[in-house]
């Protein structure tokens, strides 16, 4: 429901009881703790709420990746799925990671997601996009605003952060 409600492309479909919408973009993304404890603490589910001025939905994560060896830890990698041209709210259930990645795998440059990224502690904030330090924007970020666009909010403690697809992986 998160993403099919309020799609105009969508189709309603009351006799089975689901939203069809055959032609909606949705992609992966990918929340990951890189810290050193990311074999045994667990900062999710992750709560993504899509942003919009008809309906405000929360769906979650279903991480984190286990691959069911119980001599392994669990992966810290929660997923998730967005759909191009949106805001999305994002809060981890536990503390954020110090260190984090986050994947949006779209394969074209011209699909964008705003991410508000709710903080517990006010932490100064690095974006990458690879291994380009990413300068901090003096305003809030647009969905056309470049790749890694960022803008920290401490008071709110929240990041607004622009992710892009990438045609070349």
Known sequence: PMIA????????????GVTHCPALPT???MLENNDLDRGMRLIGPIQVTKL???LNRTAGSRGPFDDECAMRFFFGQY???LVPGNTYSIM???????????????RSTSDSVLLRIFFTKPYDVDVYVGSTLIAPSTSIPTLSSAAGAHVLDPQARVLYLVVRGNSNP
Do not use: D, K, W
Request: hydrophobic fraction near 30%; aromatic fraction near 12%; charged fraction near 5%.
């Open 5 to 16: 409600e309020s799609n105009p492309i969508c189709i309603q479909r009351p006799l089975h």
């Open 27 to 29: 992609y992966q993304a």
């Open 52 to 54: 919009n001025s008809v």
């Open 79 to 81: 997923p998730f799925t």
């Open 92 to 106: 981890s259930t536990g503390s954020m990671p110090s260190t984090s990645t986050i994947q949006f795998f779209s």
